[in-house]
């Protein structure tokens, strides 16, 4: 799925793709992403191209800016070296541009994969969700962006002189 949007009650939400649920909602300044297959060599540029695409607005309703990419990474069964460098490069990518890359309802073997390839403490263990709401929370508790908190913050360095890829939780 390119993008999903809420739906549901005041009880209970889904987040579904938009183009097959015209009613869903989505959120101001954030794309929600899914890819139903592992990541690895052979998606690995078309999972990139279509990330950037959400990134720009191409999926979503409003005119807002993108500030937040979450991945439902539900629908990812693995991940191989390949998909890891992938998510890292995508990860550099998005910061550069000012939006912050975030995971949602990882399983335990993705996770533990992202774990030891550090991959996590890159993106920030705030942005390591257990559900698409959680992930959602979380940017709405957050008034700014990790990116504008870590570049407002000079002093901050994690020892490459680059403050830009310094993460807070």
């Known amino acids: 799925d390119y993008d999903n949007g809420e739906i549901g009650n005041d009880d209970e939400y889904y987040y579904r793709d ?7 909602v989505q959120h101001k300044g954030v794309a929600i992403i899914r890819l139903d297959a592992p990541l690895f060599f052979a998606n690995s540029a078309y999972f990139k191209e279509v990330v950037h695409e959400a990134a720009k607005g ?14 439902d990474a539900s629908g990812l069964q693995d991940i191989d070296l390949s998909g890891i460098q992938t998510l890292n490069e995508l990860h550099q990518e998005l910061v550069a541009i000012g939006i912050q890359l975030g ?21 920030g263990k705030g942005f390591m969700c257990m559900s698409i709401d959680h992930a959602i929370d979380s940017i709405k508790n957050r008034k700014r962006s990790l990116i504008e ?19 807070l939780d």
């Open 18 to 24: 938009i183009k097959r649920y015209p009613d869903a």
């Open 103 to 123: 995971f949602a309802s990882a399983r335990f073997t993705v996770r533990n994969k992202l774990k030891k390839s550090k991959f996590v403490e890159k993106l």
């Open 58 to 71: 191409k999926f979503h309703s409003h005119d807002e800016p993108i500030r937040f990419v979450i991945f």
């Open 149 to 167: 908190e870590v570049e407002d913050d000079k002093s901050v360095s994690n020892g490459s002189g680059n403050v830009k890829y310094r993460l």
